[in-house]
């Protein structure tokens, strides 16, 4: 059977209200899109909506952005606990946490809500966008769309077609991105990406060095920020980023690739079983404050 071709995006679904959420729904609301911002936790969202009007107001101090600007673009997002109401959107971006299961279980749920010519988005950082989309009855229309962190910040949009992903798909997704104020960049489905598969072993090995008393992560972050030119440590950003995040993802290259290269570091699961996740709860390579 002949599918509809793909609707014009208007009204933009976001499953998830954690740190990628919230700034694809930031993001999408400045842009002009309306967003339906979804989560299985009241209080996640409250604390979505807190985060991007107080970023909006950043942005507003700094004068990249003008004050008349940042209310309606608050006012373009809506916020629910219940998946379906995805029913009314035009295209929606999973963005949950890192766990295959259950990114397959919303996909197969969104597969049933949403009518069978919109476009399902996966904003996975290293999972397989073929495996996904298998999920639904619909894996021509399922894409992956990675975006980084912080999203409002940052340009790069990874653009990943699964096996079955139509031209067509990759065609409104792309099209999408630039709407958005992003650049989309297109590779292949396959463990880590690109961006990742060189990003995290990067973060492992300097959580290496300070495992195996190479340097203080104070010393490895200097180094890398000074010598390197990073804005940022790898340390101080894998707080960002979720230590959760980090041996996720080195777990699965480590599967996916078959090569003990991509081993976790001892130190970053004994961590994250410490519960020392980084900035989101508090404690990581360093301490925050509750601000």
Known sequence: MTKKPLPPIQRL??????????????????????????DIDDVVLKRALESISGDLDRFVDKGDLDKAEAKPTLKRITISTHLKEHSGCDLVIESAIEDCDIKRGLLQELDEVCSPDVVLATNTSSLSIARLASATNRPDR????????????????????????????????????????????????????????????????AVFAVYEGVASAEAVDKIMQLGMNHPMGP?????????????????MLHEGMGDPKYR?????????????????????FYEYSSD
């Open 142 to 205: 399922v894409i992956g769309m990675h975006f980084m962190l912080p999203v409002p910040r940052m340009q790069l949009i990874e653009i990943v077609r699964g096996m079955e992903t139509s031209t067509e798909t990759r065609d409104l997704v792309v099209d999408l991105a630039g709407k958005l104020g992003k650049t989309p960049v297109e590779c292949r489905d396959f463990p880590g990406f690109v961006s990742n598969r060189l990003l995290i072993p990067m973060i492992n090995e």
């Open 264 to 284: 976790p570091c001892p130190l970053l699961v004994k961590m994250v079983e410490a519960g020392r996740l980084g900035r989101k709860c508090g404690r990581g």
């Open 13 to 38: 679904g976001i499953v998830g209200a954690g740190q990628m959420g919230a700034g694809i729904a930031q993001v999408a609301a400045a842009s002009g899109f309306d967003v339906l911002l979804t």
């Open 235 to 251: 340390l101080r950003l894998a707080d960002l980023i979720g230590l959760d995040t980090c041996v996720t993802v080195m777990q």
